[in-house]
């Protein structure tokens, strides 16, 4: 199931002009950026203690990391214990779980081929990188009790999408029937609810602080990255990447609760976080 | 007194025009028009209340005046008879007008500049002035609601009439003279009619909180579901002229709410059956 959307965002119409009229004009930019990545610490690599325990951390929080790029750190292990480390199957592992393994850090030089090989990018080990990210020691308390996922700034050197700041936004009113609310470049994020046959689009992510029953289309120039959050949800349709349910197919189970819409490789998934009642 | 409350009233507030609308058809609007503006009369405050639900009135069958219309809404807006002929005065409460909608046009012989020289002319000589408003989204709609400064949106406790509301609510805010002009928004006001509590507890209808939670905007009260409501327009009297019930309560429950009383809300709950219905099964 796939809706078609006609994207009309003044980046695209810029982007075919350059095509069509001016031939020496670059179309594209190569930058390095700064950026946060999960970072996936392996401390030893037998595949018998490995993947269950990364079934228990990822399958856990499959909401958290779905879509998520992931970088494979191996500063802990020596040499011998890369080389029985079978790169391909758990790239592919973790794909299944839903998150993009993206490259390896830390690697021992004997390694780099089979690893390039896996289709996994290769990138040094950053040693004054954890000196430096003073955000690094926070997050370590919430770490121990949820998941070992950790937050690292790193300098990547591949060509990487800029993040800069595309502004939110914000709708304090219940968006009522006959409304659309349009945010054709960033998120949007509705600080109160969403009435049946409103509709909301957003290029970015949508964030429903209250009930959402109307329309929610996220990600709508294709970003398959794209969340849809709502304290009760309750939708018409929701929509990432222009793919959609209705609400009649929606799991009973997810109706009215705290639900997180994300598009995995087996389409439109909404993971239950909670329940919310309103204040009268 | 009437007369010297009525000066009081003069003297203090500006004429405010408030709308009736709901978008569904069939919800109440004309009772609601007809009853508010007949206990706003009773309460003292010089009132006209003014039909645009243009060939389909019945603002003056429900008021009882469909006997003595001459001249109509669409008659002044034309110049084809004064303002003064085509407004009727009520027999039964002094401060009160009607101003009746034209059998035999269609809404579209209303223009917007039409209906603000008329609305005009009313603020001088009137406190309130009550705009019962046809059904749908279309130009007579949207001309009803175009000058309001203050909307009661009619509901009944279903989800169509709920979501057709919802849009109106929209269109308040957006589509009016005081959303066009940058003034201060028009102050919605939600009343729910035809409520049933038993149908409620059966689920067959919503609740007057799930209304409220949709709809979002300040709650003037319910209107229960009544015989006496179909009995009362049949005859010609507005609820609240009519004899004492439950409708007729509520109504004036709603008003003394939007003059800025602070009433318990009646009628919410399934009433408690007395001994006799208990013994006999009731309903
Ligand atoms: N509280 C009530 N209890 C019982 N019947 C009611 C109640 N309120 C309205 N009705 C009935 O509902 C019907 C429609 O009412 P009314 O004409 O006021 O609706 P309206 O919204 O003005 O309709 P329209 O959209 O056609 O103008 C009438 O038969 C009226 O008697
Ligand atoms: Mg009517």
């Known amino acids: 199931m796939s809706l078609l959307y006609v994207s009309l965002s003044p980046s695209r119409h810029e982007y075919m002009n350059s095509i069509n009229t001016t031939f020496d004009t670059p179309v594209l930019e190569l930058k390095g950026s700064i950026m946060t990545v999960i970072v996936l610490h392996l401390k030893a690599t037998d595949a018998g203690r490995l993947y269950p325990q990364l079934e228990q951390k990822i399958g856990k929080a499959q909401a958290f990391f779905r879509n998520a790029p992931v970088l494979i750190d191996l500063s802990d292990l020596g040499e011998a214990e890369q080389l029985a480390l079978d790169f391909t199957e758990l790239a592919s592992t973790l794909r299944g779980m839903g998150v993009v393994p993206v490259g390896v850090r830390g690697s021992a030089r004997s390694q780099n081929e089979r690893i390039l090989h896996a289709g996994l990018g290769l990138l040094p080990a950053v040693k004054a990188e954890r000196s430096v990210a003073a955000t690094e020691s926070q997050p370590s308390t919430i770490q121990d009790t949820t998941q070992e996922a950790e937050e690292a700034k790193l300098v990547a050197n591949a060509p990487q999408q800029t993040s800069s700041a595309i502004p939110t936004k914000v709708i304090t009113q219940p968006v009522r029937s006959g409304q659309q609310v349009f945010a054709p470049e960033g998120d949007l994020v509705i600080l109160s609810s969403v009435n049946a046959g409103a509709e909301l689009l957003a290029a970015g992510n949508i964030h429903v602080y209250g009930a959402l029953r109307g329309r929610a289309m996220a990600g709508i120039n294709g970003d398959a990255t794209a969340r849809i959050f709502s304290l009760q949800c309750n939708p018409e349709l929701v929509a990432i990447a222009g793919e959609y349910l209705v609400n009649e197919s929606l799991a009973p189970s997810c109706i009215n609760q705290c639900v997180l819409v994300s598009l995995g490789s087996k389409g439109l998934q909404f993971d239950v976080t909670g329940s919310f009642t309103p204040a009268p | ?283």
């Open chain 2, 1 to 283: 007194m009437t007369e010297k409350l009525l000066h009081e009233h003069t003297e203090q507030t500006q004429a405010k025009v408030v709308v009736v609308t709901s978008g569904k058809g069939g919800v109440g609007k004309t009772t609601t028009s007809a009853a508010f503006a007949s206990a706003l009369a009773v309460r003292g405050y010089k009132t006209v209340v003014i039909d645009f639900d243009v060939g389909l009135r019945n603002l003056d069958l429900i008021m009882g005046c469909e006997r003595r219309v001459v001249y109509d809404l669409l008659n002044v807006i034309h110049g084809e008879g004064s303002l003064n002929q085509a407004l009727i005065k009520d027999k039964r409460v002094g401060n009160l007008y009607i101003l009746p909608a034209s059998q035999t046009r269609d809404n579209d012989a209303l223009s917007i500049e039409g209906v603000g020289e008329v609305i005009a002319a009313l603020r001088k000589n009137f406190e309130y002035i009550i705009c019962d408003s046809p059904a749908g989204i279309e130009k007579g709609a949207m001309t009803a609601m175009y000058f309001a400064d203050e909307a009661l949106v009619v509901t009944n406790p279903e989800i169509s009439s709920v979501r057709d509301s919802d849009r109106i609510i929209g269109m308040l805010a957006s589509k009016t003279r005081r959303a066009e002009q940058n003034l201060p928004p028009v102050k919605e006001h939600l009343i729910i009619t035809r409520y049933d509590p038993l149908r409620v507890t059966k689920g067959d209808m919503l609740s007057a909180g799930d209304v409220n939670e949709i709809l979002a905007i300040p709650f003037l009260g319910v209107v229960p579901e009544s015989k006496s409501v179909l009995a009362a327009s049949n005859s010609g009297i507005p609820v609240t002229l009519a004899d004492e019930g439950d409708a007729h309560e509520a109504y004036f429950d709603i008003v003394d709410r939007f003059l800025g009383e602070d009433k318990p809300f009646r009628f919410m709950d399934v009433p408690r059956k007395g001994i006799f219905s208990r013994l006999f099964g009731g309903r």
